[in-house]
């Protein structure tokens, strides 16, 4: 039963951006509609369990049009618009492939923050209900009615059939799946399930480089946390419980982009991603192509972020010493800089910088994961230290 | 019911008895720490004593304003501070009495050679709402 009430769940969002589109169609402006499938959608969460439709998307569509009147009726300010939609509503037509393309323009409009951006692609693409949303970023529900509302108000002005950005598009996916967050809602999940509805609507390399990466990374989720929640680095990670699935997924997504010879920064970071996934152990990775890789990149889109992680794998191809010169030339303010330096120092043999550099980096840690990890290293080579002397002795 | 903040922090209170910084503990001494504090976050949920609980970041800053027109100052990371807080956790229980008894139990806290920490943590009740009988 339970696994029913699921299978209705995901058709039920799975439906949204199309019943949204229909409710547009018909005539309603965007941000009543919008409200008005989120009538719906969460009219649906109460009633289907109990008391399935024959026709889910009918059922939303006509829940979603009856929403919409009643807020246009109790909206006085809108009598105009009233007019119009008391009238028998056209059959809306099935929305096409561009209609999908321009709902993500529209959720992801440079003229929002990325935080509203975010709320609102989850909310009309996404067909989660607002409570979800703010229980998936840990705020209050309230909070994020407003965020969705004012996003909705800065929207007003936006025309709904202008060409997009597929860049901030692709961005506020790549937010909502790189948010570390865990709760009912699985957002890296969310993101991968908004990049295949986007990748089936758009032919673009770099949207297939994203969706590639996504799948990759995902592929390690199971490895990268122990049960108790703490850090598992790749390198340790027990590489049999890698998605492959997922990562055959990725890497064919991956091949197909790379094949139209439009290389972007995701295309190269899914890349990198592959090239770990292809390694069945970690002395087995291909860290010279890994470097030439993070060169690629660098190219494209040069970033202390990027020369940092270059360094690492700099580190691993051509010895601590290459890695410790290359981070010689990384801004000292980027995060993670101490955790990188610790790691080729302790490679390097130089145990007392690293566990200094270790204890720096759990300081600086910008999460509670991170600094947990970087606590226990700094431990870790202390110890070390202290064995060695013990045998000094 | 009523509701206390608990305080940890970085520096500022008095001296644990156990006062060994971290990354000198061994890894397994770090581990079972972590673990106890989950343990205990777990434990009050189940009683349905906990409200919140987060870290901070040991960096951060002061800011004013610097009147209307211009950017507000900065001063920090902290450096003049004496009193840093480290992470906070909200409980809802029942009495005071409940509330120094569970500080207790988080400040009983595994340490350096697997001993209590026995580190000082700030109580301070919240000024909540008016109730309704007042006479």
Same mark, same amino acid.
């Given at each position: 039963m339970h696994a029913e009430t699921?299978?209705?769940?995901?058709?039920?969002?799975?439906?949204?951006?199309?019943?949204?589109?229909?409710?547009?169609?018909?005539?309603? =402006?965007?941000?009543?509609?919008?409200?008005?499938?989120?009538?719906?959608?969460?009219? %649906?969460?109460?009633? +289907?369990?109990?008391?399935?439709?024959?026709?889910?998307?009918? +059922?939303?569509?006509?829940?979603?049009w009856h929403a919409f009147i009643d807020r246009a009726r109790s909206d006085t300010s809108r009598r105009n618009r009233e007019r119009r939609v008391d009238a028998e509503p056209t059959a809306g037509s099935a929305p096409t492939v561009d209609d999908t393309l321009r709902l993500y323009f529209l959720c992801a409009h440079p003229t929002l923050t990325p935080t509203s951006a975010v709320a609102l692609t989850l909310r009309a693409l996404g067909g989660l209900t607002t409570a979800q949303i703010a229980q998936a970023y840990l705020v209050p529900e309230s909070t994020m009615a407003q965020r969705i509302s004012r996003a909705k108000r800065t929207l007003a002005g %936006?025309?709904?059939?202008?060409?997009?950005?597929?860049?901030?598009?692709?961005?506020?996916?790549?937010?909502?799946?790189?948010? @570390?967050?865990?709760?009912?809602?699985?957002?890296? %999940?969310?993101?991968?399930?908004l990049a295949r509805?986007?990748?089936?609507?758009?032919?673009?390399?770099?949207? =297939?480089?994203?969706?590639?990466?996504?799948?990759?990374?995902?592929?390690?989720?199971?490895?990268?946390?122990?049960?108790? @929640?703490t850090l598992v680095t790749l390198a340790e990670q027990d590489r049999s419980q890698w998605d492959v699935a997922l990562i055959t997924e990725g890497v064919s997504t991956l091949q197909t982009a790379l094949a139209r010879d439009r290389l972007g920064p995701y295309q190269a970071q899914a890349a990198i991603a592959a090239l770990h996934a292809d390694a069945p152990r970690v002395e087995d990775t291909d860290w010279v192509q890994i470097v030439s890789w993070y060169d690629e990149l660098l190219r494209l889109t040069d970033t202390p972020v990027v020369r940092l992680n270059r360094a690492v794998a700099v580190g691993e191809a051509d010895g601590a010493p290459a890695g410790l010169a290359a981070l010689a030339a990384v801004d000292e303010a980027v995060p993670r800089h101490s955790a990188v330096a610790a790691y080729l120092h302790e490679r390097n043999g130089d145990l007392r910088t690293a566990a200094h550099l270790y204890a720096d980096a759990a300081r600086h840690a910008p999460n509670l994961q991170e600094r947990d990890h970087q606590t226990r290293q700094a431990a870790r080579v202390n110890q070390l230290l202290r064995d060695g002397e013990l045998s000094e002795r | 019911m009523a509701k206390y903040l608990l305080l940890k922090h970085y520096r500022g209170a008095p001296n644990a008895v156990n006062d060994v910084p971290m990354d000198q503990w061994t890894?397994?001494?770090?581990?079972?720490?972590?673990?106890?504090?989950?343990?205990?976050?777990?434990?009050?949920?189940?009683?349905?004593?906990?409200?919140?609980?987060?870290?901070?970041?040991?960096?951060?800053?002061?800011?004013?304003?610097?009147?209307?027109?211009?950017?507000?100052?900065?001063?920090?990371?902290?450096?003049?501070?004496?009193?840093?807080?480290?992470?906070?956790?909200?409980?809802?229980?029942?009495?005071?009495?409940?509330?120094?008894?569970?500080?207790?139990?988080?400040?009983?806290?595994?340490?350096?050679?697997?001993a209590p920490i026995h580190e000082w943590l700030e109580v301070r009740p919240f000024l909540e709402s008016a109730p309704t009988v007042t006479e």
């Open positions: 699921e299978v209705d769940a995901e058709l039920l969002r799975s439906l949204t951006p199309q019943v949204l589109h229909v409710l547009v169609r018909r005539g309603a =402006d965007f941000a009543t509609a919008e409200d008005a499938v989120q009538d719906a959608l969460v009219n %649906a969460v109460s009633v +289907w369990p109990d008391d399935p439709p024959r026709d889910p998307k009918g +059922w939303l569509i006509t829940a979603s %936006a025309a709904f059939d202008q060409p997009g950005d597929l860049t901030t598009v692709m961005h506020v996916l790549y937010l909502i799946f790189n948010e @570390g967050y865990s709760g009912d809602v699985d957002l890296a %999940a969310e993101a991968i399930r509805q986007l990748h089936a609507v758009v032919d673009d390399a770099e949207v =297939d480089g994203l969706l590639a990466l996504m799948l990759l990374h995902h592929a390690r989720r199971d490895a990268r946390l122990r049960p108790d @929640g | 890894p397994e001494e770090v581990d079972a720490h972590i673990q106890y504090m989950n343990d205990f976050a777990d434990r009050l949920e189940g009683t349905g004593e906990f409200v919140d609980g987060q870290a901070l970041s040991p960096n951060g800053m002061w800011v004013r304003s610097d009147g209307a027109g211009k950017p507000p100052v900065t001063d920090g990371p902290f450096a003049e501070t004496k009193d840093l807080i480290a992470g906070w956790m909200v409980i809802d229980v029942d009495s005071q009495e409940r509330a120094i008894e569970l500080a207790g139990e988080l400040s009983h806290a595994p340490g350096a050679g697997g």
